[in-house]
Structure formats: C-alpha cells, structure tokens
C-alpha cells in the first residue's frame, strides 16, 4: 500500500524525522489558506506547490511548481489541481493517460535562505530479499536524476545492510555520514535521521522508504524535502491508522473491487485469464500458461471460499478484460471440495450467460472425479482436463 507524500512525512514526523514543512489541499480556496498557514511558520512569502498523486517524477511532468507569492500560489494551484499529470511512472509514461491530480501539499521552501548552500542527497530503505537484510541504499547525488546516476555512475551509489534481528548500529550510522562527505555538524545530523527513519521503516511494517531529495541545509540540517512510502499490506492489520489512509483513487478499480470480496487480483497485460486457489499454484498456473503460448491476462486467487457467487464474481472481473481470449480455471481441492466448486462454476456460468471466451477447467483434489463429471455432464462450452499438462494443450489450443 502506498502512502501520498503528505501522508508519509506526518509518519516520518511522528518518528522525529525533520521533513519538509506543509499542509495539504484538495481546492483553490485549501490552497490559498494553506499558503497563509506555511507563510506564517516559515516566514517567507516563497511556497511549494506540489501534487499528490502515486508517482514519482512529478516535477518533471510539471507537478512541482515554485510560488513566489500568493499570485503565483494561485496560478500554479489552479493549473496543477485537476490536471491529468503525466510522468515517467505513471501508466504509460509521458505518453500515457497520466493520473488526475486530486490534491496538493503546500510546502515550505526548505532552500530558504540560499539555495547554493544547500546539498542534495538520496537516501531509501528496502528489503534486501537475496540477502535477507535490509539496506540503505544512498548518494551524494539526490535529485530528479537518480535513475541516471545509478545507472551511469553505480559507484556513487552506496548500499549498507542493516541485520534486522541487531537493528541499525552505531558504526553504520557513522559510515553513511561519512559516505555522504557531510561536514561534522551535518554527520551528527545525518545519523539521528537515519537512525530515526530506519526506526519509522521498522515500525510501520514499511517495504520501501525513498527520500529524494533528502537535503543538508545550509545550516548542517538535515530534511526529507520529498518522501515515498510503501507499506506491506500484510502488516496493515497491526496498523489500522495507517489503512485509514488508503487512497483507492490511486489504485487500479478493478483490483480495488475484487479485493471488496476477498479476491487477490493483479491485472496483466495478457490474453488467458486465470483464476487459482493459492498464491503458489497460481504463480505455476501462470507459467504454463507462459509455455503453452499464451500470456497471463491477470493473477487471480480466490482463496478458500470458492463458493458460486466468488466464482462469479471472478468470471466477471476477469472478463472485463477484452484482452482475454480464454480463462484456464486451476483449482486444488483441498480445504475447498471440487465438486463445491464445479457447481460454482456452472451456476455462476448460467447466471452470466452468453460469456464468449472458451473456458478450460483443471480440478484436482477432493471429490475431482465427481466435479469432472459435473463440468461434463453441465453441457457448457466448458472444457475439463485433470493432468496440467492437458490444461495447457487445450490452452495452446483454444487461443491459436
């Protein structure tokens, strides 16, 4: 689950992380008495208006704009809220859709007073899966071009990982400061930030922290002028607050919809549906799929409860896709009966009606003779096999 930027500083902030000071908006009229509100703390007429969508590369795509004064607040204000903002990462790129723009942060200038005095750094926490570890990945060198220093410059990109049953020690803490080429002031400032965002991470069950720019003032101050936050949704049950703050706007509807009904969907960009029982049987299913020609359209697992009205619902969700061009039905009988869902399959089939995509059905588990009888005696366009193999032979075969 992603976090929007205002939301991930306030978490950061709780953790005594120094962020870049705002107030969040979702209209012209928010905005102007936010600006007032951010001018009255930071003492300065200068402003950042910055949108608040699930995608980086905002200013490149004109979604961060600098007012200089309340004219400019407003201009830039009007401009960004209600625009469809293009990025690099959203769906399509530059040349894609882009994503509406529902709100804004009205930040500080945290360059103020002298931009030139300032340093721009990166610095992101993830899980090492490999190495089983954590790791703080960090540059001298944050900013909109990140991307391109990783990739033309790797050797200013340092990694540090962090054992997670010992914690962040001292002597890292020291290295990533001196990593960083921070004068002494801004070492010590540098390491209570890591040290505080490396606790946040912990603490809110968090899969990926990315500070870019992370800036040293002028000052030695050390301030997450931008943040991105993504939180392991397996975690979320430890952490209703921050479920609170889901923003299904920014999520893809369809995934939105069957997770209401307890389906864990993903949307692909292929041409067989699938529909699984278990995370592992569906990553199997979507690999034969693979060999036999075909593309998975979508990972679908409707877990336990395979009753008629969640295969229906699944049919449904998966043929809204007009990519699909057959959908292979893989079902291990296990804590769910077969036959159980065989019936479901042919109710849900019935209820729906003239469905035009062939379906391949593989049942195997408890009661599987008696739901491969089911599916054959139904009398619907509805193909059986039992080996998978067979499932993927009637794959290759419905969508040449």
């Not at 570890?133 to 990140?146: A, D, L, P, Q």
């Not at 505080?196 to 101050?221: H, R």
């Not at 609170?244 to 069957?258: F, K, N």
């Amino acid at each position: 689950m992603n976090l929007h930027e205002y939301q991930g500083k306030d978490l950061l902030a709780s953790y005594g992380v120094a962020i870049q000071k705002g107030h969040v908006a979702e209209s012209l009229d928010e905005a102007i008495a936010a600006y007032h509100k951010v001018k009255e703390e930071s003492g300065s007429d200068i402003a950042v208006v910055k949108a608040q969508i699930h995608a980086g590369g905002r200013g490149k795509g004109g979604g961060v704009k600098i007012a200089k004064n309340l004219d400019g607040l407003k201009e830039h204000a009007g401009n960004i809220l209600g625009m469809m903002l293009k990025t690099p990462q959203t769906p399509g790129g530059l040349e894609g859709e882009g994503k509406l723009v529902k709100k804004v942060l009205i930040a500080e200038d945290s360059y103020v007073p002298n931009f030139e005095d300032c340093n721009e750094l990166y610095v992101s926490i993830m899980l090492d899966r490999d190495e089983k570890k954590n790791v703080i990945i960090y540059s001298t060198e944050g900013g909109m071009n990140i991307e391109e220093v990783a990739e033309n410059t790797p050797h200013l990109v340092h990694k540090e990982h962090i054992d997670p049953s010992l914690g962040i020690q001292g002597y890292q803490l020291r290295k990533i400061a001196f990593n960083l080429n921070l004068s002494k002031g801004a070492q010590k400032e540098m390491m209570k930030f890591i040290k505080n965002l490396y606790a946040a991470f912990i603490g809110a069950d968090a899969s990926l922290f990315e500070i870019n720019p992370c800036m040293v003032t002028g000052e030695d101050k050390v301030i997450a002028v931008d943040c991105k936050v993504s939180l392991d949704e397996n975690a979320l049950y430890r952490h209703p607050d921050l479920e609170a703050q889901r923003d299904t706007d920014e999520e893809d509807p369809t995934e939105v919809e069957a997770k209401s009904f307890g389906l864990n969907f993903v949307n692909l960009d292929g041409n067989v549906g699938c529909m699984v029982n278990g995370a592992g049987l569906a990553m199997a299913t979507m690999d034969i799929i693979k060999l036999s020609g075909g593309s998975p359209a979508n990972f679908l697992d409707v877990g336990g409860t395979a009753d008629a009205a969640r295969v229906e619902k699944a049919f449904r969700i998966i043929l809204r896709d007009p990519n699909v061009k057959a959908i292979l039905v893989n079902i291990f009988g296990g804590i769910v009966r077969c036959d159980r869902v065989a019936n479901g399959i042919v109710d849900a089939y019935k209820n729906m009606g003239n469905i035009q995509v062939p379906i391949i059905v593989r049942l195997q588990g408890t009661n599987a003779d008696i739901a491969k009888k089911i599916i054959d005696e139904s009398g619907l366009e509805v193909h059986s096999a039992i080996l998978l193999q067979e499932a993927a032979d009637l794959v290759k075969k419905v969508i040449q």
